[in-house]
Nanobody
């Protein structure tokens, strides 16, 4: 059973930066993919970014050029660097990993954008 714990959320001003982390534990296997999603009240979860073991990445158009997904070598921690944050980025950010065909999600970390 994989446990994912996000951290790094908080209050950020428009145009500011924030770095989110997601730490994984409970599995001896590396994930097939590590991703970030976000969710706002009443809305479906929105895909933000994904990184593969190869290092290849994918981004939603809404964050391309502003957010960067990365991971550590051991593939235990994934990161989301957010720069030039906009009001529309306010959401709960969740990490997701697929490990041996099973889907795991963290509880989320809140990002609030306000001046």
């Amino acid at each position: 059973q994989v446990q994912l714990v996000e951290s790094g959320g908080g209050l950020v001003q428009p145009g500011g930066s924030l770095r989110l982390s997601c730490s994984a534990s409970g599995s001896a296997f590396s994930p097939n993919a590590m991703a970030w999603y976000r969710q706002t009240p009443g809305q479906q979860r929105e895909f933000i970014a994904r990184i593969y073991p190869s290092g290849d990445t994918e981004y939603a158009d809404s964050v391309k050029g502003r957010f960067r997904v990365s991971r550590d070598k051991a593939m235990r921690t994934q990161y989301l660097e957010m720069i030039n944050v906009e009001h529309e980025d306010k959401a709960v950010y969740l990490c997701r990993q697929v490990v041996r065909g099973s889907d795991y999600w963290g509880q989320g970390t809140q990002v609030t954008v306000s001046s």
